[in-house]
């Protein structure tokens, strides 16, 4: 059992191929297929929020941060979204090994299906106007990836 970094359900949207390849870090299907279009920052490269690491999403948040695209809290809640500890056999949360962080760090997630659930769970809750929850951050983020979901992530203005 995992436990994500804001009890949220991060991990549930990874693929079934990445989780496969998370288990076995010399599997090389999961990752190759997020390098294609989810990789972050080269020239001609579209930005893929549904199939899209969590390495490369703390590169892309870090670029939506700098160009004001995001607040710092959103940047943190991009950056840190996924598993952060497994639960030990007492049930206290033990630290990932350095192996499993960089199998899950390369495992795909689906960030727009990630948003669209935490929306989901705050509303559920009834916790829609609560400061704290993170709602208003969440439908932000949601309706940028969409705004962004397939377009260059940058251009080159000298082709």
């Given at each position: ?48 929020f549904s199939h ?46 350095a192996d499993e ?49 397939s377009t260059p ?7």
């Open positions: 059992m995992y436990v994500s970094a804001t009890q949220n359900p991060f991990y549930a949207y990874r693929s079934t191929a990445a989780s496969a390849a998370a288990a076995d870090p010399t599997a090389t299907d999961a990752t190759s297929a997020a390098g294609s279009s989810g990789s972050s920052g080269g020239v001609g490269q579209l930005y893929d899209m690491t969590p390495a490369q999403m703390k590169e892309v948040a870090g670029k939506l941060n700098e160009s004001g695209q995001i607040n710092a809290l959103q940047f943190l809640e991009l950056s840190t979204a996924g598993v952060v500890a497994k639960v030990g056999p007492d049930g206290t949360p033990v630290p990932l090994s962080q960089a199998a899950l760090d390369n495992t795909p997630t689906d960030y727009l299906q990630m948003a669209k659930n935490m929306i989901g769970n705050i509303e559920s809750t009834g916790r829609t106007t609560d400061p704290t929850s993170g709602y208003e951050n969440w439908k932000s983020l949601l309706a940028l990836m969409q705004q962004l979901q992530q940058s251009v080159d203005i000298r082709a």
